[in-house]
T-cell receptor
Framework: DADVTQTPRNRITKTGKRIMLECSQT?????MYWYRQDPGLGLRLIYYSFDVKDINKGEISDGYSVSRQAQAKFSLSLESAIPNQTALYFCATSDLGVGTGELFFGEGSRLTVL | AQSVSQHNHHVILSEAASLELGCNYS??????LFWYVQYPGQHLQLLLK??????LVKGIKGFEAEFIKSKFSFNLRKPSVQWSDTAEYFC?????????FGKGTRLHILP
């Protein structure tokens, strides 16, 4: 079983719909991250969380929200999806403080907004 | 603010050719540097990392990278590439609380 699990793996939705991408991990890490990947743009950080009570905006948080329901769960929501949010979304975890730790990625969630 | 620049967006090589992918970063503090690889249809995996010590870092599958502090660079190298190295490669640098990625280099190896 994967250490970092994302659901759904693929989703097609329509403009204006609310979408939630879920991430769960069994690595016991405190830090969790949501990135989006677009061709030619690399990975851009949306939100990150150091523990259940700590949520931080990344580079491109507009149009997104997150919820850290437990140490092991970190969900990303698009309240009203728009076509330019079509992308591959990755959840990741890390264990060490001060950003020194290796990131462990989920398999990705491909979202298409029509 | 920290940033990462990868010079080559798309590289095409023949098998057995030598590889060097450029990466420059800007960050004023102590850096930790990473190279990640993403094989087609897969998620990112760590190739190698530099935290401190020997600036020449060896990773998996014969890859290595050299940290040159004076040039703010962390270039990835491999003496002889294989068809299975076809993938996208991302350089990343830590900040005080998060890791920032470059835009990636897509490597295509011709058999």
């Amino acid at each position: 079983d994967a250490d970092v699990t994302q659901t759904p793996r693929n989703r097609i939705t329509k403009t204006g719909k609310r979408i939630m991408l879920e991430c769960s991990q069994t690595k016991g890490h405190d830090r969790m991250y949501w990135y989006r990947q677009d061709p030619g743009l690399g990975l851009r950080l949306i939100y990150y969380s150091f523990d259940v009570k700590d949520i931080n905006k990344g580079e491109i948080s507009d149009g997104y929200s997150v919820s850290r329901q437990a140490q092991a769960k970190f969900s990303l929501s698009l309240e009203s999806a728009i076509p330019n949010q079509t992308a591959l979304y990755f959840c990741a975890t890390s264990d060490l403080g001060v950003g020194t730790g290796e990131l462990f990625f989920g398999e990705g969630s491909r979202l298409t907004v029509l | 603010a920290q940033s990462v620049s990868q010079h080559n967006h798309h590289v095409i090589l023949s098998e057995a050719a030598s590889l060097e992918l450029g990466c420059n970063y800007s960050y004023g503090g102590t850096v930790n540097l990473f190279w990640y690889v993403q094989y087609p249809g897969q998620h990112l995996q760590l190739l190698l990392k530099y935290f401190s010590g020997d600036p020449l870092v060896k990773g998996i599958k014969g890859f290595e990278a050299e940290f040159i502090k004076s040039k703010f660079s962390f270039n990835l190298r491999k003496p002889s590439v294989q068809w299975s190295d076809t993938a996208e490669y991302f350089c990343a640098v830590n900040g005080p609380d998060k890791i920032i990625f470059g835009k990636g280099t897509r490597l295509h190896i011709l058999p």
